[in-house]
């Protein structure tokens, strides 16, 4: 694909020159209709603006307020969209290291990992699976927010201190997404829907994307039932280079005598699997929710709601990687492998190698490849979200209510992650690394060539079938008791207990027509020409489609058995108990209280890898949290806040249990059934100035001392590894407790500054650090005691103008590098990206609405190192994102 230079600047001169021309034509319908005399009415984003200050203003404790019609206003297709422009929440594209597909996935707060914060849907907890193969394995607990699409919406309240009446489990924060109840509506009938197309540019695909909404209820407003349905398609391309593998130099490697010939290589860090990928998928979110309520009497309304979420998220992948590791080794063998021609070390990495590009004479070069082509296909993988939910709301008396809550949600993960790995023949080649500031440059003689290794060149294919199923049923009941205190002007208590219960299904792939070395006899055969639209990597180089792979797959392998070292089975129950007491007296309000908490953990995964022995552990613990939040009028237009609590977090179920093993770099990680809790002791502070109408500035200030933070220790263990065929020693890595704080820094800025025009700007600064020395942690082993999730930096900016008829809207949202967890035993830091996105709209009539939306329009490029930028991990680019629609309501 050829592109010009400024490319990248294009969308976004676009967007402001789009945004220019809107405000001048939306200006001069203004000045029309006040020459008409017509009066102007404030809807649309000033008016959400101002509800959602106003929610804030009013609150007792911290929290911040997404309205629909906040959604509505910008390019938002998930619930995360959304949270991402908020200070204090920082989102990620990517569940794991993956390195994001254009789409926000995860998110979290206070510059901690995803599953620190807690996601509630209605006030009660929300299941979700996993598509990508590595999260389905390593069973997280954060929610997949690509499931909820944001026409869901209602409103979102983003709670960034704890009371007793929160359910635990979001150690940093908690974010309830509230959905439209039936009653709520205004008219008898209502009905919504639209219709849009989206323009993903890098695959140059078009998909419609369909959502509706219809809402009834009686004359007499105690019945109503509304239903809302979506069928939302993409396509998605992503294009990059990936550094799998990173290793230093060491006399395992030395089959060539390069090393005893060169000692100035020992140590250094080279990289042994060096690819460009090509991924390409076709997503389709469908589902909708069903909410039924019924006030049966003035005191008495029942709700009783359903929601169903699928993603398709079929997928494939070709990545075709030089492979020094190969040619230095020769299959690990005796025999002797191939010098390098040439190289150069810069500090501690290998920064360029060459080899020859003819076999030396005095070798035997037919077990040796300069290439391994992985040729992946994942068709049917999939993610779910459901629940079902009854609410009951009973005022026994002007003085006591109560509010009852019980249901159960479910999530699945499922992929079936096929792969035809072709080693190429020896045509030697090259290596040049720039660090992270631009793709490496790759050289293979007759890369577009189809050669085959002459031994074995399907030997590292593979086939896996994983499944993932997480449940939780819940019960819990409240109740309110308002008294004629002074003081104490209300109290609340309930109590709460769930069973949660977490599985991992892994059949292996077994291979029915083997050749004599054990791979498979024959590959597929079906070719297609992979080109890449990033500079410097390889192109015009051939692979497999994933339909022959498909087709291939169907011939030669059969589900048959269960690897049942990779398998789990997880139970946790859980019982809370709660007391809080309201205070409003004067300038000051707020609430203090304590929950009770106890959790039981019951952990089984396997010892072996051909029947189910599984190991067993039980373990329990308790904890008291207690809160305290103040609120504190300092004038008519002035709020303080202070916030002080002890919260607490459940560690990941993949840190408890789950098992992964990489085969040819001989690493994995590993559960640990013993892990505590992570519990944290919090102190929030801020001001709040609300200077003007639909305008605030605020400041605040939080710390988080982590006193059982979950970090990565190494150790090595013996498994079987089924790419050599024998039994290996895995470095191996492994969840365990250490302590850890985070302090930081929230501003905020909103001013609606007139005339229909309107700006925000939040920035945020989160310092987080490992403050213990866990036995083989990178923060003991390197000094590098960084957190996961924690981006030093993040800031949003923002403009909007509207009128009755016109609106556009522009922003632009960053994150500093942060460190985003751990692959194949490297350290894997994401680094800083900003995004640019805009939307404009047109109402044509009161029930008809024009939209033109842009996700993504810089062009981003994604990267991520290893523990130093000369050490690259990854280059992405997932290009833009355009959408353009109707919306139309009666």
């Known amino acids: 694909m ?107 707060m206070k510059g901690t990992p995803s599953a620190y914060t807690l996601t509630t849907l209605n006030g009660h907890s929300i299941s979700s699976g996993d598509w ?61 829907g639209t219709i849009e197309g989206v323009y993903s540019s890098l695959p140059a695909k078009t998909n419609g994307q369909l959502s509706g909404l219809v809402n009834v209820k009686n004359d007499e407003g105690t019945l109503g039932l509304l239903v809302q349905a979506f069928d939302e398609k993409r396509s998605l391309k992503r294009d990059g280079q990936e550094f799998l593998w990173w290793d230093k130099m060491q006399a395992g490697y030395d089959s060539s005598g390069w090393i005893k010939a060169h000692p100035e290589v020992v140590g250094k860090n080279i990289s042994m699997l060096t690819g460009t990928s090509q991924f390409q998928q076709e997503r389709e979110r469908k589902g909708g929710m069903v909410d039924a309520e019924f006030k049966v009497s003035p005191n008495l309304t029942v709700d009783l709601s359903g929601f169903y979420s699928r993603l398709d998220a079929s997928n494939s992948l070709t990545n075709t990687m030089f492979t020094p590791y190969s040619m230095l080794t020769n299959g690990w063998s005796s025999s002797g492998g191939v010098q390098p021609s040439s190289w150069t070390i810069v500090g501690n990495t290998i920064t360029s190698i060459a080899f020859p590009s003819t076999c030396p004479a005095t070798l035997n070069c037919s077990n040796m490849s300069s290439t391994a082509t992985d040729n992946a296909t994942r068709s049917g993988s999939y993610s779910e979200s459901k629940f079902f939910n009854l ?6 008396s002007d003085a006591l209510s109560f509010a009852g809550k019980a249901g159960q949600t479910t999530g699945i993960g499922h992929t079936r992650d096929i792969g035809a790995e072709v080693w190429s023949a020896y045509n030697g080649g090259s290596y040049n690394l720039y660090g992270d500031s631009q793709p490496a440059q790759i050289t293979i003689p007759n890369s577009n060539q189809i050669s085959y290794r002459p031994t074995n060149p399907f030997g590292g294919s593979w086939a896996d079938d994983i499944t993932t199923n997480d449940k939780e049923s819940y ?47 024959s590959g597929p055969t079906g070719l297609t020409t992979m080109n890449s639209s990033l500079p410097n990597v390889l192109n015009n180089t051939w692979a497999y489609t994933s339909g022959s792979v498909d087709a291939w797959a169907n011939q030669n392998v059969a589900f048959n058995s269960h690897s049942y070292q990779n398998e789990f089975n997880l139970k946790e129950d859980t019982q809370a108990a709660y007391v809080m007491a309201n205070y409003n007296m004067d300038r000051y309000s707020g609430n203090f209280g304590i929950r009770f908490v106890n959790t039981k953990e019951h952990v089984e995964n396997a010892s072996a890898n051909t029947v189910w022995h599984p190991i067993v552990s039980d373990n329990s613990y308790k904890d008291i949290l207690p809160s305290f939040n103040l609120r504190a009028d300092i004038n008519k237009d002035v709020v303080g806040r202070l916030a002080i609590s002890r919260t607490m977090a459940r560690p990941e179920f993949g840190q408890l249990a789950a098992l992964a093993l990489n085969d040819v770099q001989q690493t994995g990680t590993g559960g640990n059934p013993n892990l505590k809790p992570i519990r944290s002791n919090n102190v929030d502070a801020s001001v709040e100035w609300y200077f003007a109408p639909k305008s605030m500035v605020s400041a605040g200030v939080f710390v988080m001392d982590m006193s059982s933070y979950v970090t990565y220790g190494s150790y090595q ?134 939209t033109m939306e842009g996700k993504d329009l810089n062009d981003p490029m994604l990267k991520s190192y290893a523990s130093t930028p000369d050490q690259p991990r990854a280059f992405y680019k997932n290009g833009r994102q355009i959408y353009f629609g109707i919306r139309a309501k009666l």
């Open 2 to 108: 050829k592109r010009n230079s400024t490319s990248g600047l294009t969308p976004i001169a676009s967007a402001v020159a789009l945004l220019v021309l809107g405000a001048s034509m939306a200006a001069q319908a203004q000045q029309a209709d006040q020459s008409q005399g017509q009066e102007v009415v404030v809807t649309g984003i000033r008016a959400s603006m101002q509800q959602s200050i106003n929610q804030k203003r009013n609150a007792d404790t911290l929290v911040e307020v997404i309205t629909a019609e906040d959604v509505g206003k910008m390019p938002d297709k998930n619930v995360a969209d959304s949270l991402q422009r908020i200070p204090g929440v920082s989102v990620a594209t990517a569940g794991g290291t993956e390195g994001g597909f254009g789409e926000n996935d995860r998110v979290a």
């Open 132 to 192: 990508y193969i590595s999260n389905v394995e390593s069973g997280g607990r954060s929610v997949s927010y690509s499931l909820f699409p944001s026409e869901i919406i209602g409103r979102v309240t983003v709670h960034k201190s704890a009371q007793a009446d929160l359910i635990e489990g979001g150690a940093a924060g908690t974010v309830d997404i509230e959905t439209r109840k039936p009653l709520a509506f205004k008219k008898q009938v209502t009905a919504e």
């Open 391 to 396: 609410d009951v709301n009973y005022k026994a």
């Open 475 to 521: 019960g819990q009941i409240d109740g309110t008791w308002k008294s004629n205190s002074d003081f104490v002007n209300s109290v609340n208590f309930g109590f709460r207990a769930a069973s949660h219960t977490r599985d991992l299904t892994y059949l292996a792939g077994n291979f029915t027509n083997l050749n004599s070395s054990g791979g498979p006899a």
């Open 717 to 850: 263990q013996t498994y079987y590894n089924n790419s050599q065929g024998k039994y290996t020693t895995y470095n191996m890595s492994a969840a365990e407790n250490t302590s850890a704080q985070v302090k930081g820094l929230e501003l905020a800025y909103v001013q609606d500054i007139g005339h229909g025009f309107g700006v925000n700007a939040n920035y945020t600064y989160a310092d987080g650090k490992e403050t213990g020395n866990a036995a083989g942690s990178t923060c003991a082993t390197t000094g590098d005691c960084s957190m996961v999730g924690t981006s030093k930096n993040s800031y949003n900016l923002g403009a909007f103008y509207e009128n009755n008829k016109f609106n556009a809207r522009i922003g632009y949202s960053y994150r500093s590098t942060y460190l985003n967890g751990l692959d194949r035993a490297s350290a894997i830091y994401q680094e800083g990206v900003g995004t640019v996105s805009a939307s404009l709209s047109y109402t044509v009539s009161d029930n008809i609405t024009l």
